[in-house]
């Protein structure tokens, strides 16, 4: 299948710092990029949808101007948790569609942050 | 929107027993339904998906079925191994490049040899 990297993964932080995670396609291009975010023992939530080039589609609930995405390249998504806080600690991933593969959705190996 | 719900939430089998996940969904415009193995820490994997144009699909001891009539759609593992055990998602989509997924609660499945 696609391959998707994911860095890092794993952050630890103070509170009110900024985190930026990274998400690249990597034998693909993938216009359309999402960001998901998983806490413990529960599903995964749609945060947002990438596109590059133009803004994000966040879902309903999830603050843009906290998770700023950028998707500046065709291979390149970043989502920047700003002034992080101890809730957002969670598992963020992403993920992006290879048009070789038609709708299979493949996944980053995911970052775990964790802000004290 | 879609919602996409899942049951049971943890299963238990003995090794070698046959596990089945039981998943519904609300829209009907739904035409992709994958289903992801998580382990701990690591990220979802794709094992089976399938399209709203097919009731069933099997891949060696996995094996998925789809009623449209009665939007749900199940999977099923046979001949279960110790190393099943994981967290089972199911998703479904209304398909297309950029369509997002909706994910089930997940299923923690347990076999224990």
């Known amino acids: 299948g696609a391959v998707v990297s994911q860095h890092p993964s794993r952050v630890i932080c103070k509170s009110g710092t900024s985190v930026k995670i990274e998400c690249r396609s990597l034998?693909?291009?993938?216009?359309?990029m999402f960001w998901y975010r998983q806490f413990p023992k529960q599903s995964l939530m749609l945060m947002a949808t990438?596109?590059?080039?133009?803004?994000?589609?966040?879902e309903q609930g999830v603050e843009k101007d906290k998770f700023l995405i950028n998707h500046a390249s065709l291979t390149l998504s970043t989502l920047t948790v700003t002034s992080a806080h101890p809730e957002d600690s969670s598992f963020y991933i992403c993920?992006?569609?290879?048009?070789?593969?038609?709708?299979?959705?493949?996944f980053g190996s995911g970052t775990q942050l964790s802000v004290l | 929107g879609e919602n996409v719900e899942q049951h049971p939430s943890t299963l238990s089998v003995q090794e070698g027993d046959s596990a089945v996940i039981k998943c519904t969904y609300s829209?009907?415009?739904?035409?992709?339904f994958p289903w992801y193995k998580q382990e701990l820490g690591k990220r979802p994997q794709l094992i089976i998906d399938?399209?709203?144009?097919?009731g069933e699909k099997k891949d060696q001891r996995i094996a998925v079925t789809l009623n449209k009539t009665a939007k749900h759609f199940s999977l099923h593992i046979t001949e279960t191994q110790p190393e099943d055990s994981a967290v089972y998602f199911c998703?479904?989509?209304?398909?297309?490049?950029?369509?997002?997924?909706?994910f089930g609660a997940g299923t923690i499945l347990r076999v224990k040899s």
């Open positions: 993920s992006a569609r290879d048009p070789g593969f038609g709708e299979k959705l493949f």
């Open positions: 034998d693909f291009q993938a216009t359309t």
């Open positions: 990438s596109n590059e080039g133009s803004k994000a589609t966040y």
């Open positions: 829209d009907s415009a739904s035409n992709y």
């Open positions: 399938i399209r709203s144009n097919v």
């Open positions: 998703a479904a989509s209304t398909g297309g490049y950029g369509n997002k997924l909706v």
